[in-house]
């Protein structure tokens, strides 16, 4: 058996997009002098690299960038500050004493770090998980796959489509196969609302009369070769198909956007607690999850928005990381934090009470005119008004030191506001 | 007063925005929680701008397409256009971030740019081995 080539570092970032490009950033501006970052595709940037669209950097750089852009801000950054990368090369395990094992054209590496960063980012859900009747003709794609094709080979993926699910990539790509000469026939959301950014909606949808079916879902796919058809069906409050509701659609393209996963194989193999509501690490304020030296962030940790979040949640864990690489000693998170009623989940988890935290926080259903309402279980701490909160976006709350200190735990919940 | 609501689309805060007319004048515009929420509204009032992304392939690229975009938003009417100008465009690696692939598409003062970097591919153009 031929031997593995042994490496130290100080921090390994696993996986180059926007997440791990910002933690090793962080963690070298930080102190750490030796960063790694090993990516599994061919080249730094993750998703961005085709996500071609604009709107990415709002935050951070006051100007809508497309996703190419904003990856390159950071690339161009790793390269000045020759923080070094592997490209094809994917990780096979992390263990609990920080060995990280990488498979790669010149071998299996074995890489001792002094902290590791998980940015794995996420994945979509199939067809398989969301069980969609019908026969299994080819021309059923991910909206990211169908992404793919377009932006980055210059496919032709389908002339007549039907979009199964609202989020936001499925928004995109409606827009995107429409200027490229296909007809998006329609959207069916099985949900009474959409999963994607009502801006979306609006420039990817409406833009184009494109129909969106609320409270629909897919009864049939039909076709034996190539999907010739898709049959779609309101749904009642269960989400039950509602007979003589059926809409059928000739098309022979079918995309799925019906939501994205944290991608953990190597968190869970790893025996890092994972929150099931997330899908992502269960982590404390310093984003260390519960192994010691091992954080998360960006969308591996939980699925954001929008990805000026996922720079600075990336930011923080590679801060730590250089850190505990260091042997500076950290807090440790004692209070928990947890949702309350109309909250989904609420990040992080743990919190010391011995400085400021910026609470994220999706909610469960739209709702308009709401106070969030963040209690140490009996005492309310704050409240923040809201007009408009929507499950499609990440919300931030900010406390003071002073605000939580002492708290035995932490709840945010939603609140009508009358 | 008549009024029509609009969804602003340039932040991910997707503000909802009313405006109000007296006859053909605006009159008010509200739910904006920015500047560019109202100038939103009031272009989009006029003559609606949209932005516009798509790709152009590259020869002797080490990737087959690059990525581009109209350097300012373009008259919503024309973005149809515009993308079948920029489908028949091409470029030649290498590609930075800021290439002007066509200038002045359809006569509008936009430049058509590049968004992403494309290196020339390896082995290309070396001369003889």
């Keep these: 058996m031929s031997e593995m080539i042994v490496k130290s570092v100080d921090v390994a970032v696993v996986g180059g997009g926007p997440a791990g490009l910002s933690a090793a950033l962080s963690a070298k501006k930080n102190g750490a002098k030796n960063v790694l970052i090993i990516e599994r595709g061919e080249s730094l940037g993750g998703i961005l690299n085709q996500c071609i669209h604009e709107g990415f950097g709002i935050d951070s750089f006051g100007e809508a960038l497309t996703g190419p852009e904003y990856m390159q801000r950071f690339i161009d950054q790793v390269e000045s500050e020759r923080i070094p990368y592997m490209r094809n090369s994917m990780v096979l395990r992390v263990s609990k004493d920080r060995k990280i094992i990488v498979s790669s054209k010149e071998g299996l590496y074995e890489i001792t770090a002094g902290s590791i960063v998980l940015c794995m980012g996420c994945r979509e859900r199939t067809r398989g998980q969301i069980c969609t009747p019908g026969t299994r003709p080819a021309g059923v794609y991910t909206a990211g796959a169908a992404q793919n094709y377009i932006n980055l080979r210059g496919y032709r993926i389908g002339e007549r489509v039907v979009i199964l699910g609202s989020g936001d990539i499925g928004l995109i790509m409606a827009r995107r196969l429409t200027l490229e000469g296909a007809k998006v026939l329609a959207v069916a959301e099985i949900m009474p609302y959409s999963s994607g950014l009502p801006r979306n909606m609006a420039q990817c949808l409406y833009d184009y009369e494109i129909p969106l079916f609320l409270s629909h879902t897919v009864v049939e796919i039909h076709g034996k070769k190539r999907v010739e058809a898709v049959t779609i069906a309101q749904v009642d409050e269960r989400f039950k198909p509602l007979k003589g509701t059926e809409k059928k659609f000739e098309c022979d393209t079918i995309l799925l956007s019906v939501g994205l996963i944290p991608e953990n194989e190597l968190t869970r193999d790893a025996g890092i607690m994972i929150d099931e509501t997330t899908g992502g690490a269960v982590v404390d304020e310093s984003l260390q999850t519960s192994v010691a030296g091992i954080y998360a962030c960006g969308n591996a940790l939980h699925v954001h928005d929008v990805v000026d979040y996922v720079s600075l949640e990336a930011e923080k864990a590679g801060k730590s990381a250089a850190k505990n690489a260091a042997g500076r000693q950290q807090e440790k998170g004692t209070i928990k934090a947890k949702p309350g009623e109309g909250v989904r989940y609420v990040l992080p988890h743990k919190v010391s009470g011995h400085a400021d935290v910026k609470f994220s926080l999706r909610v469960s259903s739209p709702e308009r005119n709401v106070k969030l309402i963040v209690t140490d279980g009996e005492r309310v701490i704050k409240t923040f008004m809201k007009t408009r909160v929507n499950p499609a976006e990440m919300i931030q709350l900010p406390l003071k030191k002073s605000e939580i200190s002492g708290s035995r735990e932490i709840i945010i919940k939603l609140q009508n506001a009358k | ?129």
């Design chain 2, 1 to 129: 007063m008549p009024s029509k609501n609009y969804v602003c689309i340039i932040c991910p805060n997707s503000c909802e925005i009313v405006a109000d007319f007296s006859g053909k004048e605006v009159a008010k515009i509200i739910g904006q929680s920015c500047r560019k929420g109202e100038e939103y509204v009031r272009k989009e009032i006029v003559a609606p701008e949209r932005g516009l992304t798509t790709t152009v392939p590259v020869k002797n690229g080490d990737a087959a397409l690059v990525s581009v975009k109209a350097s300012k938003t373009l008259p919503k009417e024309l973005i149809p256009k515009a993308v079948s100008a920029v489908a028949k465009a091409r470029a030649e690696a290498p590609v930075k971030i800021g290439d002007v692939i066509i200038k002045n598409v359809l006569g509008t003062g936009v430049d058509i740019v590049a968004t992403k970097n494309v290196s020339r591919k390896a082995g290309i153009n070396t001369g003889q081995d």
